[in-house]
């Protein structure tokens, strides 16, 4: 990639400018969002009750009966992947000396991105915290089979 | 004997050492992002699955890899926020490198708060 310094006074171009200026001004934005929500995301679920040692399916299950917690980690799964993303993007850019290279990798960034925020947000729409067959010992309490 | 340069917000110092700390505390919080949604993900698939998965959490290793983890996020949540004081507020700059400090004594305060109940949880102590 080979750099090019404008001439001073030449007008900018507006459109290549807005881009990462929007993508500057996304970086703080969900930044101060993501602190809270990741916060509250690490407190509930490392520091109250029993931390680590109580996370399984039933825990996922009945936290994600309550659309609360699903609105929260819908959140989080978009804003913290486009931001992580973004600042990986912003790496590559720093570090790679060939053009081609550099955009295989930005692609490949935003693919994975993409399949994991389709991926994610499926989950937690499509997600059954009581599925048929599965033993009652593994479910959250309020499943009719538990 | 030429002198060292005196540093300024973006070169030497806590400007770069902070940007260099917040740029590795970030790419690791994004690889473990993606296998986090991966593995939650396997609460689509069976009860099984995800317990199976999410019980390597629990070990030892894992368990410690977690309390550097829950540091990253404490760094870059912090720094962020004096990345965004730096940018919007009028005073950022001036008290760049003592708001560092501040972002690493918070840090602390906070990580020193978690980790005996993490390690307890962990340990079973």
């Known amino acids: 990639m080979s750099v090019v310094i404008e001439q001073p ?6 459109k290549q400018a807005n881009f990462e200026k929007y993508g500057w001004m996304y970086m703080r934005a969900s930044g101060v969002v993501l602190v809270i929500l990741i916060f ?3 407190f509930t679920n490392l520091f109250l009750g029993e931390g680590i040692k109580a996370i399984d399916f039933a825990f996922v299950g009945g936290k994600w009966s309550d659309p609360f917690w699903q609105v929260w980690d819908l959140l989080m799964l978009w ?4 931001h992580g993303t973004n600042g990986m993007r912003t790496i590559v ?13 930005v692609i490949a960034l935003w693919a994975i991105c993409a399949a994991l925020i389709v991926l994610g947000t499926l989950v937690v729409f499509t997600f059954d915290p009581c599925p048929a067959g599965s033993p009652a010992n593994l479910l959250p309490s309020f499943c009719p089979a538990s | 004997m030429p002198s060292m340069p005196a540093g300024t917000l973006y070169r030497g110092k806590v400007g770069m050492w902070s940007w260099v700390l917040h740029r590795i505390t970030g790419v690791a919080i994004f690889f473990f992002l993606l296998v986090h949604v991966l593995d939650t993900a396997l609460v689509r698939l069976s009860p099984e699955a995800y317990n199976a998965v ?3 959490y629990k070990t030892p290793i894992i368990g410690l890899a977690e309390l550097g983890l829950v540091a990253a996020i404490l760094y870059h949540a912090l720094n962020g926020v004096r990345v965004i004081l730096i940018d919007f507020w009028r005073k ?3 008290y760049q490198n003592v708001m560092w400090w501040v972002v690493v004594i918070i840090s602390a305060v906070l990580f020193l708060g978690f ?3 993490h390690l307890s949880h962990v340990f079973g102590w």
Do not use: C, F, M, Q
């Open chain 2, 92 to 94: 950022g700059v001036k």
């Open chain 2, 54 to 56: 999410i019980g390597t």
């Open chain 1, 40 to 42: 509250g995301h690490l």
């Open chain 1, 93 to 105: 850019n720093d570090y790679t000396s060939r053009e081609g290279l550099r955009k295989a990798l």
């Open chain 1, 9 to 14: 006074r030449s007008p900018r171009n507006r």
């Open chain 1, 79 to 82: 804003l913290a992947l486009i």
């Open chain 2, 115 to 117: 980790a005996p109940r």
